[in-house]
């Protein structure tokens, strides 16, 4: 069975037995206040909140339903895509006018297909830049990230539109996503602005520093903002059911996926956390009745507690499952993922 096949089957077992990955009752599990999320200092002094919500595979229904979930356990940093996921945000901010000053949107430019030349490329970025704040109903969003492509020429035509981006004010700042050493190294040939963060996988069993990326981008001073602290594209059975991090989360009184997420914030990364467990390739849910208003609650309860060194080195020692950051890169980096057919 090849690693993508197990990855998803173990999603499937995780989901059939997802309530005991909520939180236990605990001095360690209590909720957290609306305003102790941490945030980043970000170039020209925007404030980052270092955890987010990530909408990946939601519906525009269900994303309405998780900015306003989130919202209320003072998770203020909604990390969407364009399309369905935009039009929830959309959905949400037509409903709620005034929650825009709370909210730090971040969202992202589609990669372009490929053969496209960097002209094309750039005008792409562009157009797709005016569209989503115009379906947003904003003049600018908080954070854009751009995605990686196998073309230097495409990488650094389109760093400079999210530069022009970020200088008549469409955008606060900007970031890259799935970006290895070959496409940092391509646009910061070019670029007068670097980018503020990499977007990219880090779970227990990576390691703090998997395959020298995180070394590498802080030496440039790109953060680390991370994805898939219990696994991607679905939850990593193997990661969840480590005796290690059962025997730590049980020691605070918390879920494994909460001692996992807790490990990714206490490396120093930023981190984007699906609302519930029930999520795959491309699919995600978020209902009552699944739970996701407690999957949140429990989320942004992350800075209520802490790993102690001797747990946090445990963790970070353990080499499995040992996945690669930049999984969703494009074909420009090592083991990028192919779409099964």
């Known amino acids: 069975m090849s690693r993508r096949d197990a990855v998803l089957k173990s999603s499937a077992a995780a989901l059939a037995s997802a309530s005991w990955f909520l939180p236990t009752t605990g001095s360690s599990a209590a909720t957290t206040d609306k305003n102790s999320i941490p945030t980043w200092t970000l170039r020209g002094g925007v404030k980052?909140?270092?955890l987010a919500l990530n909408t990946v595979g939601l519906s525009a229904e269900d994303t309405t339903r998780a900015v306003g979930f989130a919202l209320k356990e003072g998770i203020?940093?909604?990390?969407f895509h364009p399309g369905k996921e935009?039009?929830?945000v959309a959905q949400y901010l037509a409903e709620h006018s005034a929650a825009r000053s709370e909210l730090f949107l971040n969202t992202k430019i589609r990669k372009p297909p490929p053969g496209t030349s960097p002209e094309d490329a750039a005008e792409r970025a562009r157009t797709q830049i005016a569209e989503d704040l115009t379906a947003l109903g904003l003049s600018s969003v908080d954070m854009l990230m751009l995605r990686d492509s196998p073309d230097a020429a495409v990488l650094?035509?389109?760093?400079?539109v999210m530069e022009e981006a970020l200088a008549n004010g469409q955008t606060r700042s900007v970031g890259v996503i799935n970006y290895c050493p070959f496409s940092l190294n391509a646009i910061l040939e070019t670029a007068r602005v670097k980018p503020a963060l990499n977007y990219h996988l880090l779970h227990v069993g990576m390691g703090t520093d998997p395959r020298g990326l995180v070394r590498f981008?802080?030496?440039?001073g790109i953060r680390t903002f991370a994805y898939g602290a219990v696994g991607e594209p679905g939850p990593n059975d193997e990661l969840l059911n480590s005796s290690t991090l059962r025997r730590i989360a049980e020691n605070h009184h918390v879920s494994p996926e909460a001692a996992a997420l807790r490990w990714v914030l206490q490396t120093g990364a930023a981190c984007s956390v699906r609302p519930?467990?029930?999520f795959g390739l491309g699919t995600s849910q978020c209902t009552e009745e699944n739970g996701c208003d407690a999957?949140?609650?429990a989320r942004a309860a992350s800075f209520s507690w802490k790993l102690s060194a001797k747990e946090m080195a445990e963790l970070s020692a353990l080499k499995s499952p040992n996945d690669n950051p930049t999984l969703f890169s494009s074909a420009g980096c090592p083991d990028a993922f192919v779409m099964p057919k």
């Open 48 to 50: 980052m909140p270092v």
């Open 76 to 79: 203020t940093h909604v990390d």
């Open 86 to 88: 935009r039009d929830g």
């Open 156 to 160: 650094q035509a389109q760093w400079a």
């Open 217 to 220: 981008c802080n030496s440039r």
């Open 276 to 278: 519930t467990l029930n």
């Open 295 to 297: 999957g949140l609650q």
